[in-house]
């Protein structure tokens, strides 16, 4: 596994360990990267950070200052991407073209490069400052520059070869082809980043000159049918694509910053066909649990989480399994992520006064076996579905809560009576993201003690036993991880549980009965399993679980 840069710069003797300590506060205070910090504190150089990133990422690093690339190495990439896109090409050897980048992450426009030239491509790294003396030197003009002068749109040019329409139809292309969930768009310091999540994790994709923002949201509006004149107020919108044969749905939301307004895209391709239940990460005996827990005629079953964690995928995968002709499924929705063979979805619609609680109640007179309410919101649409609930119904519905047992106290605080939720909830799964570690190039390696003790394993039992960890390759850009996995975290209610529900105990009271009673399954009983199954990573189950907090106390 890769040593951290900060570890890097201390064994080097361009950083102190004083110094690393007070780089990494001021990076978590000013939300930098560690090398900037490090260069805003002056502490070390742009080359002597550039160098030990290089280190970090097995790269090799280069200085575009010395010597002068020939003009037919040059040629081998286009004029207009060596620009735009930030790299210089420098060599070739063994059969591969070398580029400089400035940034590891541009890896992946590497790779783009390799399918546009037809050649292998090798990447160097060099500082941001030289790589951009190096690109004016070459090719004559700013990076900038040439994207303004090609965001231009020419008098009678169709609307569709527009070069911001091309600019916002690549930036979906892209995220698609890096399987990501979600597109940021952020103005600030002189720049428009593009960031995507990818398995959970935000990662730098391009920039563009702040002069172009503008123009970009602007188009983004127009797509998502939002006020393209409104720029002081938050707006959400939808918009329809169809990429690659793809259908993909992108649910937009604007909020306006002290740069200007930002975007955020959450993307939903509807041509993926839905997760089972085995393939969310359900072991054994919890599918078992979880299956007999689904097949009852009657109660509420909540699954809580942050946004984000698949909640409504489980949710999903619960009915998918349901769904049979004698049985009849309705769902109020916001939006219907996936259209269903066999269920009555409804979306919600807040212009018209198509609220969860109204559809609801709409719901009760057509007779259904089976109710889906996308989220609870407040008190009228809880009490709406507790009465579900318990007049012969089974109801599906999630809430965000850290936990299985802050489920019952959360429905409480908005306003439930407590006899309320004693009679009416039969269980509660919590649940967090993990990603998976790359099949490729994981490795073994035999935890510590303090590791075993973390995850609440006996060190005596797994003694000899072997983890696996990230080490990263092609195949996962380098990441270590590819894909994710679903933890899970499931309480059944019982007696005693119901008893302590019913007197409106603490949430301190309703864990600890929970747990010593056996209806409590935590989440790190759960991580612990697919960290020895070799599935995950003991930093990933540490990230995700309250774990991470104790850790850095």
Same mark, same amino acid.
């Given at each position: 596994? *890769? ?126 400052? @030289? ?91 127009? !797509? ?15 918009? @329809?694509?169809?990429?690659?044969? %793809? ?17 955020? !895209? ?45 909640? /409504? ?84 519905? /999630? ?36 990603? %998976? ?9 035999? =935890? ?42 499931? !309480?059944? !209610? ?18 600890? *009965?929970?747990?010593? *009673?056996?209806?409590?399954? =935590? ?28 850790? *850095?106390?």
């Amino acid at each position: 596994m *890769s040593k951290q840069l900060g570890e890097l710069l201390v064994e080097s003797g361009a950083l102190s360990e004083a110094q690393l300590r007070e780089a990494l506060a001021y990076q978590r205070n000013g939300g930098l990267h560690l090398g900037e910090a490090i260069q805003r504190l002056g502490f070390a150089d742009e080359a002597t950070v550039a160098r030990a990133v290089a280190k970090q990422q097995g790269l090799p690093f280069v200085d575009l200052d010395k010597g002068r690339v020939s003009e037919t190495i040059l040629a081998r990439v286009p004029a207009d991407f060596a620009r735009e896109q930030g790299m210089v090409p420098l060599l070739e050897k063994d059969g591969r073209l070398v580029v400089a980048i400035d940034d590891p992450l541009k890896k992946m426009i590497a790779e783009q490069l390799e399918f546009m030239i037809g050649a292998k491509i090798g990447c160097a790294l060099a500082t941001s400052s @030289g790589l951009k003396r190096a690109i004016e030197r070459y090719y004559g003009e700013k990076a900038e520059d040439s994207v303004a002068r090609s965001m231009q749109v020419r008098a009678g040019e169709d609307e569709g070869d527009a070069p911001i329409v091309r600019l916002v139809t690549r930036t979906f292309h892209d995220a698609l082809a890096a399987r990501a969930s979600d597109i940021h768009i952020e103005p600030g310091h002189g720049r428009v980043r593009v960031r995507f999540r990818v398995d959970g994790m935000l990662r730098d994709t391009a920039e563009h000159p702040l002069h172009l923002h503008s123009a970009l949201i602007s188009r983004l509006k127009i !797509m998502a049918s939002m006020d393209i004149a409104e720029k002081r107020k938050p707006q959400d919108g939808r918009i @329809g694509l169809k990429l690659e044969g %793809r259908e993909v749905d992108v649910r937009c939301s604007i909020l306006p910053s002290s740069h200007g307004e930002s975007i955020v !895209m959450r993307l939903l391709d509807r041509s993926r066909s839905l997760i089972g239940l085995r393939e969310l990460g359900f072991e054994d005996e919890d599918y078992r649990w979880f299956r007999r827990l689904i097949q009852r005629p009657n109660g509420l079953v909540l699954v809580t989480g942050p946004t984000g964690s698949g909640k /409504t995928t489980t949710l999903y995968a619960a009915l998918s399994e349901l769904n049979r002709p004698d049985v009849k499924i309705i769902t109020a929705e916001d939006p219907v992520e996936y259209h269903i063979r066999g269920l009555n979805q409804v979306q919600v619609n807040p212009k018209i006064g198509l609220s969860f609680a109204r559809i609801l109640k709409a719901m009760l007179r057509a007779a259904p076996n089976i109710i889906l309410v996308g989220e609870i919101r407040d008190a009228e649409t809880a009490e709406v579905a507790i009465l579900a609930a318990l007049t012969g119904h089974l109801v599906f519905s /999630t809430l965000h809560t850290n936990d299985a047992p802050s489920a019952l106290t959360r429905l409480v605080d908005i306003g439930v009576k407590p006899f309320l939720v004693s009679a009416s909830v039969q269980a509660v799964i919590a649940q967090r993201l993990v990603r %998976r570690l790359c099949k490729e190039c994981s490795e073994e390696y035999t =935890p510590a003690e303090t590791e075993l003790r973390a995850l609440e394993l006996d060190p005596a039992l797994h003694q000899g036993r072997k983890f696996r960890r990230p080490r990263g390759c092609r195949a996962c850009e380098q990441t270590g991880y590819r894909g994710r996995l679903a933890l899970f975290e499931h !309480m059944e !209610m019982d007696g005693p549980l119901r008893e302590l529900c019913f007197r409106g105990a603490s949430l301190e009271e309703l864990r600890t *009965s929970a747990l010593a *009673s056996g209806a409590l399954a =935590p989440l790190v009983a759960d991580g612990a399993r697919k960290i020895l199954r070799g599935e995950t990573s003991l930093a990933e189950v540490m990230r995700v679980t309250r774990l991470a907090a104790e850790a *850095s106390l």
